[in-house]
């Protein structure tokens, strides 16, 4: 369970950093990013800094120069505190960024990434550089998803909890002619040939879109209404590269719709057939939280941040489910009247008032509120469960419970 808390801690941590680095924007070419692999002697990388620290006297601006030095100063200090780079390389960002008015403030983010870097890089930019990293972020296991009819059709992918539409095609086919005598067949004939045609476009798509991705594909789901999914997928028909009809979970499954709504429909109703797929996970521990709830006696469940912090506090919290996409902070203050407390904030650096005074009072620690919980979780021996946005599910959490809910060990009056 802690080692499980640990390794979704990390994951958070680096996703939420990178978030933060993206956003950054320098007033100039002075933002750094240094990219270091594992058996890269420090001492290189240390004699390369001192050379760009050289040349970085020859900007004509006196204050990028002066910002692009003390950001080679501070990576050179930063590396000063490494034995040994780590086994997946390391990467440093460092740079000034703008502050209200005309203040900036030195940033620094020092990231062992979960995979490892294979090249070094140095780079200067108004920016900071994060696409090695950016690819690292996404889960490398997906399922394929087609849903498809005679009049429209949409491909598209599930990744964690991410569900994607990668294309969508409206069919030229036309509607049943009812007319009789020899243009019926004709028509009829005509009809077919156009089906055809559009199956065959679809399966060409589905080549493109699964067979030349560099993520590794778990399996095919097909969904629409009727038998009309069963005829595209036929190996008879020929319209699915043999490839991919070796990865087509079978059977196919039944959907209302064929366009993007459809694609949320398909994994629904494919739930049993997703194997250890983030979105299955989180779907199935919030509809059991949904089910304590509508219990007469609220069951096995707490939500609502200060309710859950009062049954963690009991050691009664079995599971925090935790929305990832929470952005506070859980502050410590003090204020002149004595007064010590804890709040949630959105900004550390607003005015906080003392509940007993109405002063203001000063924070004297921070730390993001996920983090928190996380340490909850550790503290109680609970564990940690972070539910994603993209579901429905996730939506609601955030939503209808401020993203903060937890299933019970036993139930707390």
Request: proline fraction near 3%; hydrophobic fraction near 35%; charge should be negative.
């Amino acid at each position: 369970m802690a080692n499980t808390n640990s390794v979704d801690k990390a994951r958070y941590d680096f996703k939420k950093a990178m978030e933060e680095i993206r956003n950054y924007r320098g007033r100039g070419t002075e933002l750094i990013s240094v990219y270091i692999p594992f058996g890269k002697p420090i001492s290189d990388v240390a004699a390369y800094l001192r050379e760009e620290q050289g040349q970085a006297t020859n900007i004509k601006s006196k204050t990028t120069m002066k910002n692009v030095t003390g950001a080679i100063e501070s990576i050179g200090a930063k590396l000063k505190t490494f034995k040994t780079i780590p086994e997946n390389g390391v990467v440093i960002f460092c740079g000034e960024v703008p502050r209200a008015g005309d203040q900036t403030k030195m940033v620094q983010y020092t990231i062992e990434p979960p995979e490892a870097i294979t090249a070094f890089l140095y780079r200067c930019d108004s920016t900071f550089f994060t696409d090695p990293l950016d690819t690292m972020l996404v889960d490398k296991r997906y399922y394929g998803l087609i849903v498809i009819d005679r009049k429209e059709a949409t491909i598209g992918m599930l990744a964690g909890t991410r569900i994607k539409e990668l294309k969508h095609f409206d069919s030229l086919v036309p509607s049943k002619h009812h007319q009789g005598g020899q243009s019926s067949v004709r028509f009829e004939r005509l009809i077919e040939i156009a089906a055809h045609e559009f199956f065959k476009k679809v399966g060409e798509n589905a080549t493109t879109c699964f067979l030349d991705s560099i993520l590794d594909l778990e399996g095919i789901l097909i969904g629409g209404p009727g038998m009309t999914k069963d005829f595209f997928c036929s190996p008879e028909n020929g319209y699915l590269h043999h490839e991919l009809l070796k990865k087509v979970v079978k059977p196919t499954f039944d959907t209302g719709y064929t366009d993007e709504s459809g694609l949320k429909e398909l994994v629904e109703n494919a739930a049993g057939a997703i194997v250890d797929m983030q979105i299955t996970s989180e779907k199935e521990i919030m509809q059991r939280l949904f089910r304590e709830i509508r219990k007469s006696d609220g069951g096995l469940s707490a939500y609502g941040e200060d309710m859950v912090r009062n049954c963690a506090a009991m050691g009664a919290v079995d599971t925090f489910l935790i929305s990832s996409s929470l952005r506070k902070y859980r502050v410590t203050c003090t204020c002149g009247c004595g007064n010590t407390f804890q709040a949630t904030v959105d900004d550390p650096d607003g005015d906080i008032k003392c509940p007993e005074c109405g002063a203001s009072a000063k924070v004297t620690e921070s730390k993001d509120l996920v983090d928190d919980f996380f340490e909850q979780a550790e503290l109680y021996n609970s564990t940690m469960q972070l539910i994603s946005p993209d579901s429905e599910e996730g939506e609601m959490l955030l939503r209808a419970f401020g993203g903060i809910a937890a299933l019970l060990r036993y139930r707390v009056e």
